[in-house]
C-alpha cells in the first residue's frame, strides 16, 4: 500500500511517501481503505518531534480517516465490507472504570492513531472494530476527514467541560483553526455570542460567516481591550482556548467572575505563567480538555448530516502533496482543515 511515513524528526523533507505491505487485522478489528485524512497540528510534532517525548519511529501519521470497510475480523458484526465509515481517533483498552463509564478518553491506556501507532496517511488503516462507526452517504470522506477530531475536541470543551449555555459570551481564541472554527459553531449551536479572534481581514470575514459575532483582529487590535468593549468591561463568560503562552495571560484576563477557561492545546508554548490573582480573586475555572469520548461523534455526525455543524475545508491535496499540506498548516496560511485524499 501507498503511505507516508516518518523515519525520524525533523522539516518537511522527513516526510516519506512509500510502498509498504498492508497491516494484518485480527478477529475483532476492521481493515479501512482510507479515502480522506486530514492534517492536524499533531501531525506537525509528530513530524518535527518534541523534546521528551518519544514517538515510535518509523510510523505513519494522521489522525482523522474515513474511507470504506475493506476487510473485517470474524467477531465483526456491526458493519460489513464496502460500508462507508468514519474511525474515532482514540484507542482506549475498553475495560477499565474509565472506558466502561463512557470516559474512553481518560482511559491510561489511551492512545492516538498516528501518535502511538500507525495512522491514516496510507491506502489502510487497521483499528480495533469499536473505533469504526458508520458514515452516512449524506457525508462526504473529505468532511468527515475534516470534522472528526476537530468538532469531537470542541464538543467536550464547549458542551461537556465549559457546560456553554444560551446568552454567555463566549471568547474562541485562533477561530481560524479546524478546532476553532469548530468551536464557533457548536457555541453558536448552544446559543451563545461568540467573540472570536484570527490574524487577517480576509480570515474575519469568513469567520463572521461561519457564525462569529465579533472577530478582532490581534495583529491590529488588543485582544483584552476589545473583550472589554464589547462586553461592556464585564468579560466573556467562557475563553475556549487552544494557543497556550502567547494568549494565555490576556485569556485569564478576559473573563468575567466565575468564568471559565477551557485548554486543549499549547502551539505557542507551553510554560504559561498564571497570575495566581485573577484565578482567585475572579474564582474562575481553568480546565484542561483532550479530544472527547467516542460516543459524542454520534451527536455530531447527526449535526453534519443535517446541516446544523458545517465542516470548514480550505483546501484538498493528493495524499503526494503531503510535504505542502503541512507547509499550509505549519505557517498558518489556512482556515479550516487541509484534507488529504488518497
Given at each position: 500500500?501507498?503511505?507516508?511515513?516518518?523515519?525520524?524528526?525533523?522539516?518537511?523533507?522527513?516526510?516519506?511517501?512509500?510502498?509498504?505491505?498492508?497491516?494484518?487485522?485480527?478477529?475483532?478489528?476492521?481493515?479501512?481503505?482510507?479515502?480522506?485524512?486530514?492534517?492536524?497540528?499533531?501531525?506537525?510534532?509528530?513530524?518535527?518531534?518534541?523534546?521528551?517525548?518519544?514517538?515510535?519511529?518509523?510510523?505513519?501519521?494522521g489522525v482523522d480517516a474515513a474511507g470504506v470497510v475493506a476487510e473485517r475480523g470474524e467477531a465483526v458484526h456491526h458493519v460489513a465490507v464496502g460500508d462507508r465509515v468514519v474511525v474515532a481517533q482514540g484507542i482506549s483498552c475498553g475495560h477499565c472504570r474509565h472506558c466502561l463509564n463512557g470516559n474512553d478518553n481518560l482511559c491510561r491506556d489511551y492512545k492516538l492513531i498516528g501518535e502511538h501507532r500507525d495512522g491514516a496517511d496510507a491506502e489502510y488503516l487497521a483499528v480495533p472494530s469499536r473505533n469504526v462507526i458508520p458514515l452516512s452517504d449524506k457525508i462526504s470522506f473529505e468532511a468527515?476527514?475534516?470534522?472528526?477530531?476537530?468538532?469531537?475536541?470542541?464538543?467536550?470543551?464547549?458542551?461537556?467541560?465549559?457546560?456553554?449555555?444560551?446568552?454567555?459570551?463566549?471568547?474562541?481564541?485562533?477561530?481560524?483553526?479546524?478546532?476553532?472554527?469548530?468551536?464557533?459553531?457548536?457555541?453558536?449551536?448552544?446559543?451563545?455570542?461568540?467573540?472570536?479572534?484570527?490574524?487577517?481581514?480576509q480570515k474575519s470575514e469568513k469567520l463572521k460567516e461561519l457564525g462569529a459575532d465579533e472577530v478582532i483582529n490581534y495583529r491590529k487590535q488588543s485582544v483584552l481591550n476589545e473583550v472589554r468593549r464589547l462586553t461592556a468591561k464585564r468579560g466573556v463568560d467562557v475563553v475556549f482556548e487552544h494557543v497556550g503562552k502567547s494568549v494565555w495571560d490576556e485569556s485569564i484576563r478576559s473573563l468575567t467572575k466565575g468564568g471559565t477557561l477551557v485548554t486543549c492545546g499549547a502551539t505557542s508554548g507551553y510554560d504559561a505563567v498564571t497570575d495566581l490573582r485573577y484565578v482567585f480573586y475572579k474564582q474562575i475555572r481553568i480546565?484542561?480538555?483532550?479530544?472527547?469520548?467516542?460516543?459524542?461523534?454520534?451527536?455530531?455526525?447527526?449535526?453534519?448530516?443535517?446541516?446544523?455543524?458545517?465542516?470548514?475545508i480550505d483546501r484538498v491535496l493528493p495524499m503526494s502533496d503531503v510535504r505542502e499540506a503541512h507547509k499550509v498548516v505549519e505557517a498558518g496560511e489556512h482556515v479550516g482543515k487541509v484534507v488529504l485524499i488518497l
Open positions: 500500500m501507498k503511505c507516508v511515513r516518518i523515519h525520524r524528526h525533523g522539516g518537511f523533507e522527513n516526510l516519506s511517501l512509500e510502498d509498504i505491505i498492508p497491516p494484518r487485522i485480527g478477529a475483532d478489528e476492521v481493515l479501512v481503505n482510507v479515502k480522506a485524512t486530514s492534517i492536524n497540528h499533531l501531525d506537525l510534532w509528530v513530524r518535527q518531534g518534541i523534546p521528551g517525548v518519544k514517538f515510535p519511529l518509523p510510523i505513519i501519521p468527515a476527514a475534516a470534522s472528526a477530531l476537530v468538532f469531537l475536541t470542541a464538543w467536550q470543551m464547549i458542551v461537556d467541560k465549559a457546560g456553554v449555555k444560551p446568552g454567555d459570551d463566549v471568547l474562541v481564541v485562533g477561530g481560524s483553526s479546524g478546532v476553532g472554527t469548530a468551536g464557533i459553531q457548536i457555541a453558536k449551536l448552544f446559543g451563545a455570542r461568540v467573540i472570536a479572534t484570527t490574524s487577517t481581514d480546565l484542561g480538555s483532550t479530544m472527547g469520548r467516542k460516543g459524542d461523534l454520534l451527536p455530531i455526525l447527526e449535526c453534519l448530516e443535517r446541516g446544523t455543524l458545517k465542516p470548514v
